[in-house]
């Protein structure tokens, strides 16, 4: 545990200001959530226009934001990123509303937590966070610049940092470094005590400037804040707070008292000492070697009795953290330093060092297997021995009650022998059990998380991206496989860390994925095309061949159980199950919102509020074959029916269809028709018609094309790269199933395929030139499907997509 002083920093005109906001520490309440019973938050916010925000507001909010974290269980990761998405909309909600009157406010905030011996920071926006320790200085900060803060899109962009504590360390935060803080100023010949710290962060700082300054010591988890006045102000006696005011930075229980004292500090000069009566052992307490002595007087608070917590000093060992930066991939990737040799010796050299990694990685394997060994041999032992133990417990207590004889041991009836041999077992098998549990499975999630570490760290030093893309998949398996005998911050931010660098890798952006239905549907259902109407959902349910309905509502989408669009008997005609959908225009006859169909051509009109409308789709002559997928553009539906190796074309009369249906490769030669057999999904961009197989190719057929045939074919496409760094670069699909394509109207007109196998989505160019790959990103929510089945991107730049029965929706980012 640690002691907290924090002193908060703000310059106005050159002078300082009485003020002690901007950074503030809350301890955990009698009553917090498993795993926050001894975290400390600590809080920074730096708002866009601090004006146009109360004092008061943010007070709640951050009262309301420290609430929260305690209550919410789990890892510190998950908790912290709660916060930050509570945060961002709340200011989201607000500029939405006040869009009108011009008046826009956004956010970047520092989000800190001290959790056993180690600092873990959680970041969105042009904000900067430092930890000075022993080892050295960390600057943890969004170096691209392209982090615009909270209140501006619906899903924050957030950084994860982790610092070894160790014997104590100074953690500081601002929006506007210095370049002069450097490890060469800041650690002048030795350790700065705070004093010196502050004197040498504030020299040559601008007039106008903002800090919050934060010591850590080994101690009991006391908060003590150092609250500063204007020069020439006399220090106000120490008051109790009123009832109704807001409390204070250092926060703590609501039961607890505390007391804040002003001191004056001086952009130029060191803290003022303070003559204060006798205190308990705190101020006591000797400084630590190479600190002068900066007694200010402090508000202390103290952890409340009961909460389980005791004194920890030094001495407990903390895990050692990882060297080096602290950055998300810092301690993963150690880039070698790379001479000017010709690719073939650069190519040996590689091939060299991914076998020193893979050797070295075999080695530690097998020591750790060894360990293993051992462990489970001494188990064995110890069950030898509580056996034995057993034995001789039984042994005296039987000796102890039954009759004494003559000589020898007491005799025993027959029912007692049985019940013993039946008992002693029973005994040995349960602790057996016992001793799996409580060790076998500490061992399992050890030896699994050592193996991921190995793997992450042999992958960061692999020059070959395959190699290193294999390496980092089985880093991926090890992290899972440990998380299944234990969940940890460690193997969470492991997690987060191996996913990152397979996302560089992959040029991937994630997409933060939420539960879009407020209620769960059936585990048989199958959710195979979505669209999206206005307000509403069309959910196709493959396994039961019908719609299903879902309207918007303040906590997501309802499903709607009166809606009807299924197999059945209507007054307008008989449907069978059916299998694909498409959205109508408005102003079809029958004010319809979708069109589904069944594989022998029976369409049904179906929308909220109304019952089927079937119809019979017009039948060429032979008639042959099923529908498979249908696609609508332009006035016109294609169904695509593999068996006949034709794509029909339906031409829309006054809203219905009432023509006999052409066929799309009509006069083309067999030998130049796709196979349609492979294909999976359609889609149309005016005389363009885009057939996806599975595999991943596509197929771009053009009607109306010049030459002597009437369909032009290029099959498949050529794709290429239009990321940036990855430019004119052909494009090879991944080893998987590929099962849905979508046209996206201008004005960001898009090919997006889906990859189920990953969930990945595709998005190309009408040149087939890849725009972006968008990664499902889940979090803790729990997936039962191993598949993705289907998604949707609409106007508005939401994006749905289905696993199974599960729906989920996230936002795209701008």
């Not at 006399?234 to 004292?261: D, N």
């Not at 150690?334 to 990694?357: C, I, K, L, T």
């Not at 028709?673 to 596509?698: E, F, H, K």
Request: hydrophobic content about 40%; charged content about 20%.
């Amino acid at each position: 545990m640690y002691d907290l002083n924090i002193l908060p920093i703000h310059l106005r005109q050159g002078r300082s200001l009485p003020d002690a906001s901007g950074i503030q520490a809350f301890s955990p309440p009698r009553r917090a959530a498993r795993g926050r019973e001894e975290d400390v938050l600590i809080l920074s916010l730096h708002f866009s226009d601090p004006a146009a925000i109360s004092a008061d507001l943010v007070q709640t909010w951050t009262e309301h934001l420290s609430h929260t974290f305690f209550k919410t269980g789990g890892t510190v990761t998950a908790a912290l990123r709660s916060l930050i998405e509570t945060l961002n909309l709340t200011l989201l909600e607000r500029n939405l509303r006040t869009a009108s009157e011009g008046l826009s406010v956004t956010c970047a905030v520092n989000l800190a937590v001290i959790h056993r011996h180690s600092l873990y920071i959680a970041q969105s926006g042009q904000t900067h966070a430092f930890v000075l320790s022993h080892q050295g200085l960390e600057h943890h900060a969004d170096h691209s610049g392209s982090d615009r803060g909270l209140g501006v899109s619906s899903t924050p962009a957030i950084r994860y940092y982790q610092d070894d504590l160790g014997t104590g360390a100074y953690y500081f935060t601002t929006p506007t470094p210095q370049d002069a803080w450097q490890d060469s100023l800041l650690v002048s010949g030795n350790y700065p005590s705070m004093d010196q710290l502050r004197r040498r962060l504030l020299n040559q700082a601008p007039s106008e400037f903002d800090l919050g300054l934060v010591q850590l010591l080994p101690g009991e988890g006391k908060i003590n804040l150092i609250r500063p006045v204007a020069r020439g102000t006399e220090p106000t006696q120490p008051e109790a707070p009123k009832q109704g005011e807001p409390r204070h930075e250092a926060q703590s229980a609501p039961e607890e008292k505390k007391v804040a004292v002003p001191i004056p500090v001086e952009a130029e000069e060191p803290l003022i000492q303070e003559e204060q009566a006798p205190q308990e052992s705190e101020d006591d307490r000797p400084e630590p070697a190479g600190e002068a002595p900066c007694h200010a007087i402090r508000r202390e608070t103290n952890r409340p009795a009961g909460e389980g917590s005791t004194s920890q000093g030094p001495s407990r060992e903390p895990r050692p953290a990882p060297a080096a930066s602290h950055s998300p991939l810092s301690h993963l990737r150690s880039e070698p330093e790379v001479e000017s040799v010709q690719p073939q010796a650069r190519a040996a050299r590689s091939r060299e060092a991914g076998a020193a990694a893979r050797e070295t990685l075999n080695q530690r394997q097998g020591d750790f297997e060894e360990k293993g060994l051992k462990g489970i041999s001494a188990a064995l032992k110890w069950l030898r021995n509580a056996k034995a133990s057993v034995n001789a417990f039984f042994r005296d207590l039987i000796a102890h009650w039954s009759p004494e004889g003559s000589e020898g041991a007491p005799a025993l009836s027959r029912s007692s022998m049985i019940l013993i041999a039946i008992v002693v077992p029973l005994v040995v098998v349960a602790v057996s059990v016992g001793v799996y549990l409580g060790r076998g499975r500490s061992q399992q999630y050890e030896y699994y998380y050592q193996q991921a570490e190995q793997f992450a760290q042999a992958a960061a030093v692999m020059e070959d991206p395959a190699a290193a893309r294999e390496t980092w998949a089985q880093a991926l398996t090890m992290v899972s496989q440990a998380e299944s005998y234990r969940a940890t911050d460690e193997t969470v931010l492991l997690r987060d860390q191996v996913q990152d660098a397979l996302d560089l890798l992959d040029g991937a952006v994630r997409l933060d994925y939420r539960p879009a239905l407020t209620s769960t549907l059936y585990e048989g259902i199958e959710i195979t095309r979505i669209v999206s109407v206005g307000a509403d959902l069309y959910l196709m349910d493959e396994a039961g061949g019908r719609v299903i309905h879902a309207e918007s509502r303040s906590q997501g989408f309802e499903v709607d159980a009166d809606f009807v669009c299924a197999a059945g008997n209507f007054e307008s005609g008989s449907i069978g199950n059916l299998v694909d959908m498409v959205a109508l225009p408005i102003n079809n006859p029958y004010l319809a919102h979708v069109l589904a169909v069944d594989v022998q051509g029976n369409a049904a009109y179906c929308g909220a509020g109304m019952t089927p409308i079937v119809v019979r789709l017009p039948q060429t002559a032979n008639g042959e074959g099923e529908i498979k997928a249908i696609t609508y553009a332009g006035g016109l539906l294609y169904a695509l029916n593999p068996a006949a190796s034709s794509v029909r074309v339906y031409y829309v009369s006054n809203g219905q269809f009432t023509e006999a249906p052409a066929d799309f490769f009509a006069g083309v030669d067999y030998q130049d028709i796709p196979d349609l057999s492979r294909v999976a999904d359609l889609a149309v961009n005016g005389d363009m018609l885009y057939l996806l197989n599975t595999d991943g190719s596509l197929v771009a057929c053009e009607a109306n094309a010049l030459g002597s045939s009437p369909v032009a074919c290029e099959n498949p496409v050529a794709y290429v790269d239009g990321r940036v760094g990855m430019e004119d670069q052909p494009v090879t699909m991944p080893a998987a199933t590929f099962s849905e394509a979508i046209f996206t109207s201008p004005p960001d007109q898009t090919i997006s395929i889906l990859d189920s196998d990953n969930g990945d989505i595709y998005q190309f160019s009408v040149a087939f030139r890849l725009h972006q790959r968008l990664r499902p990103s889940l979090g803790n929510y729990e997936v039962e499907g191993s598949r993705a089945t289907a998604f949707s991107i609409g106007i508005d730049r939401v994006a749905f997509l289905a696993f199974g029965h599960q729906l989920f929706y996230a936002y795209l980012g701008q």
